[in-house]
């Protein structure tokens, strides 16, 4: 079982639309959870962090974190053709240890 | 620095040559990250620096691989003997410490062996 598993994709939804997406984690001790996104052939840049169960908001996206069921989506609300891209999870696991990273779920949105 | 500086930008170079990348973390950032992401794959850690302390060699895929951080600022990947499996763009990371709110990435180096 890899550590961080994202669907690959491409998900599409169209413009308006919410998009939806997913990634299970291995190590049931980590603590901290994060979005990246990433445009073909730019480095990844961070959308947003979650550290407890629940729902956090910002903007026109909204991270979810379930930890019992090691579980955390990121919603895209009235999606946006700018959005198509790939989207990286990522996970701190306990101690003293840097990101582990999904493979990516690439993102289209359709106008 | 504003971001996180890496040089060079491109660089292509023959098999068995060896090649240094460097990376210039945002100022005062004590953790540095390297990681290479490969055609259509993931991000593959390499190596992280915290402060003084020892880094984690962890992720280095072989001995031709290594890191220094000079003065807890600018970091230095050496690939020697180069392969062409070494192809990827190696990207370099910093954040304020190691419980991190998330990394900043630079825009990376894209490494081509012929």
């Known amino acids: 079982q890899k550590e961080v598993e994202q669907n690959s994709g491409p998900l599409s939804v169209p413009e308006g639309a919410i998009a939806s997406l997913n990634c299970t984690y291995s190590?049931?001790?980590?603590?901290?959870f994060f979005w990246y996104r990433q445009y073909s052939g730019k480095s990844p840049e961070l959308i947003m962090f979650?550290?407890?169960?629940g729902d956090k908001e910002d903007g026109r996206f909204t991270a979810q974190l379930n930890k019992a069921s090691q579980y955390v989506s990121l919603l895209i609300r009235d999606s946006q053709p700018s959005d198509s891209a790939t989207y990286l999870c990522a996970v701190k696991r306990r101690g003293n240890t840097p990101l582990v990273f999904g493979k990516g779920t690439r993102l289209s949105v359709i106008a | 620095g504003a971001g996180v500086s890496q040089s060079p930008s491109n660089k292509v170079t023959e098999k068995g040559k060896d090649v240094e990348l460097r990376c210039d973390p945002i100022s005062g950032h004590t953790a540095l990250y390297w990681y290479r992401q490969s055609l259509g794959q993931g991000l593959e850690f390499l190596i992280y620096?915290?402060?003084?302390?020892?880094?984690?060699k962890s992720g280095l895929p072989s001995d031709r691989f290594s890191a220094e951080r000079t003065g807890g600022s600018v970091s230095t990947l050496t690939i020697q003997r180069t392969q062409q499996e070494d192809s990827a763009v190696y990207l370099c990371?910093?954040?304020?410490?190691?419980?991190?709110?998330?990394?900043?990435f630079g825009s990376g180096t894209r490494l081509t062996v012929v």
């Open positions: 620096f915290q402060g003084n302390s020892a880094p984690d």
């Open positions: 979650i550290y407890s169960n």
């Open positions: 190590d049931r001790g980590s603590q901290s």
């Open positions: 990371a910093s954040s304020l410490g190691a419980v991190s709110f998330g990394y900043t």
